[in-house]
């Protein structure tokens, strides 16, 4: 499963138990005050509603309501730091806005904590190694997981669930990247991450940040802008769009997105236990509501206008090999190397998928 482990909830209760009561010695953690209503929790996610990751954010929301009785309940705020030309926003400003309590809680993509000095989610990161859904899937259900959330009590956080989304793969916007000579020199949109500008960077091209609206559309008929990385679940809004000439390049997975949810700790220590032990709950019953953000469709996005290239052995090897100076930057970590071997070691147990096909717009 995604979230923590049922049996890993009581000992996370005990050390949040702990730690808020042990903040402030002199006074006793506070009882949440007896009201009519039920208690309002704000989530607040970088992203606007309707995409891959709303169902999880939603379905959580909805399964708080009901395991609490209508006591509880999860407003949530959508593109509540969407300002991509500020260093610190998108999901960097929602971090901020719960370690600050304008928030309660978060939902933001594991690339993003590396930029917050959280380095416990990097090897999700690592290039070209979780390739596949099932891969993935077997990651989130490992000792892993607990041990990569963990990671987030060092910035005054708990973590509460770790959600599958849709692989990445690259998108050029006019010709496809599926080559380090279509990467050369490219100007590659991103959102923040060190891992991720790394290998973007190894690859040979240039990252670009802070484009959204009608400056992404301007960029990208000017010919500024080469491509981006993407899961399918957004490619097929890119071609229909944003970019009407768009290809992926489907034998090309660069990483996959995963999603984390997280709480303050301030939060977590003002509920009474029955009420951290619900968002728990609600967090692990939230993996349910995945499946749309895992299926890779590239028929979608070709009906819709896109093209599917596929690379070469030679040039995915080309890549791979490319990508080398970014494992020796996240294997300099103990843990992130740690779990680099796991995964590879899950991984030789596996069949390798069959590649998609080519298409083109129908």
């Known amino acids: 499963m995604g979230t923590m482990k049922r049996g890993a909830i009581t000992v996370a209760l005990s050390t949040l138990i702990t730690a808020a009561c042990s903040s402030t010695p002199e006074e006793p953690s506070p009882t949440p005050p007896?009201?009519?209503?039920?208690?309002?929790i704000r989530l607040g996610t970088g992203d606007p509603r309707g995409l891959p990751d709303t169902p999880v954010v939603e379905g959580f929301a909805e399964a708080v309501e009901e395991l609490s009785d209508?006591?509880?309940?999860?407003?949530?705020?959508?593109?509540?730091?969407?300002?991509?030309?500020?260093?610190?926003?998108?999901?960097?400003?929602?971090?901020?806005?719960?370690?600050?309590?304008?928030?309660?809680l978060g939902l933001i993509a594991a690339r993003a904590w590396d930029t917050v000095d959280v380095k416990s989610f990097q090897a999700l990161q690592a290039p070209f190694l979780i390739t596949d859904q099932e891969l993935l899937a077997q990651v989130l259900a490992s000792p892993m997981a607990d041990e990569m959330i963990a990671g987030l009590n060092d910035v005054g956080l708990v973590g509460l669930g770790l959600y599958p989304d849709g692989l990445r793969y690259p998108l050029g916007y006019a010709a496809p990247l599926a080559s380090l000579e279509d990467f050369d020199g490219a100007a590659i949109r991103l959102v923040p991450s060190e891992a991720t500008q790394a290998l973007i960077r190894a690859l040979g091209a240039r990252p670009v940040y802070g484009l959204s609206g009608d400056d992404l559309h301007a960029a990208i008929t000017s010919g500024d802008l080469d491509g981006t990385e993407v899961s399918l679940g957004l490619a097929p809004a890119l071609a229909q769009d944003v970019a009407p000439a768009s290809v992926v390049t489907g034998n090309v997975v660069l990483f996959p997105r995963v999603n984390t949810l997280f709480a303050g700790q301030d939060l977590m220590g003002?509920?009474?236990?029955?009420?951290?032990?619900?968002?728990?709950?609600?967090?692990?019953?939230?993996?349910?509501?995945?499946?749309?953000?895992?299926?890779e469709d590239f028929g979608a996005f070709c009906e819709l206008g896109g093209e599917v290239a596929i690379a070469s052995d030679a040039d995915v090897a080309a890549l791979h090999q490319a990508a080398q100076p970014v494992y020796r930057m996240l294997e300099a970590d103990p843990q992130t190397k740690a779990f680099i071997d796991e995964i590879q070691k899950l991984k030789e147990g596996q069949t390798v998928a069959d590649a998609p096909s080519s298409c083109s717009a129908s």
């Open 70 to 104: 209508g006591s509880m309940r999860v407003e949530v705020v959508w593109q509540a730091a969407d300002d991509l030309s500020v260093p610190d926003g998108f999901e960097e400003g929602v971090v901020q806005l719960v370690q600050d309590g304008e928030l309660e």
């Open 34 to 40: 007896t009201t009519s209503g039920p208690v309002v």
């Open 270 to 295: 003002s509920l009474s236990e029955e009420q951290v032990e619900i968002l728990f709950a609600a967090a692990e019953e939230a993996y349910g509501y995945t499946a749309s953000a895992t299926t």
